[in-house]
Structures are given as C-alpha cells and as structure tokens.
C-alpha cells in the first residue's frame, strides 16, 4: 500500500461501502483498520458462496425464470441505490454477489466495489472488458 492511488482506491471502496451500509443487498461494512503494509476492511460474513457457484451448481436443472427474476431484482435494487448516492458499481457480475446464508431463499448482497466510484457531473463513464 505505498503507491498513493492504491492508498486512494481503498479509501474510495470503504467511503462507498459506509455510504451504501445499512442496504438489506449490500455486503454491511464494520470498519477498516490498516497497518504500515495493509489496509483491513471488516464486513458481515457471507456464508452462502457466490451467485456464480449456485448458478453452476445448478447446471443440470437450471435456474427458472422465477428463480432468475428474485435475483436480478435484488442485483436491480443495489444499482438503483448505487445511482441514488450517486455511484456506479462498474463491476457488477455473478462473483460479486455473495448469499448470506446458504438457505435456497438467501437474501443476495453485493461486494466488491473496487471499481466503483462517485459520479462526478458531465463526465462519461466506460468501462473496458478484460480480453
């Protein structure tokens, strides 16, 4: 952690996390904590593994529509919260979403908001896949 822009973008993702906390589908944050090498982000355990795990695991049977439509709503509601603080998450896919529990009805919360950032007006925002 001794380059200033990672020093910036760890500070970024814990000021989104604290503004996004409280989210019943954002991951809750507790609190960071760094040492002269590491930042620590403490945050609500997610024991139900990432959605990308359970849509493999079902490969044989499939998600339903409905099934589908429960977890592109909850992934629609953490966009929509997202733009309401003014945010863009930039990387949302599969292996960002954890379940809570591993109950089949598991409420579903987003992580990862390292390449999330606060809009700033006027500005256009693309994001490049990896190739």
Do not use: W
């Amino acid at each position: 952690m001794v380059l200033p822009i990672a020093v910036e973008d760890v500070k970024r993702e814990v000021k989104i996390l604290q503004e996004l906390t409280g989210h019943e589908n954002v991951v809750q944050f507790h609190n960071a904590f760094e040492d002269d090498s590491y930042v620590y982000i403490v945050m609500e355990l997610c024991e139900g593994g990432e959605l990308l795990d359970r849509i493999l695991a079902k490969k044989d049977s499939r998600y339903t529509e409905k099934d589908a439509a429960v977890v592109v709503r909850q992934m629609l509601k953490v966009a929509a919260e997202c733009h309401l603080h003014g945010l863009v998450h930039r990387d949302m896919k599969p292996e960002n979403f954890l379940f809570k529990s591993t109950k089949e009805d598991s409420p579903l919360k987003a992580t990862d908001f390292g390449l999330s950032d606060f809009i700033k007006p006027g500005e256009l925002y693309f994001h490049h896949a990896e190739i």
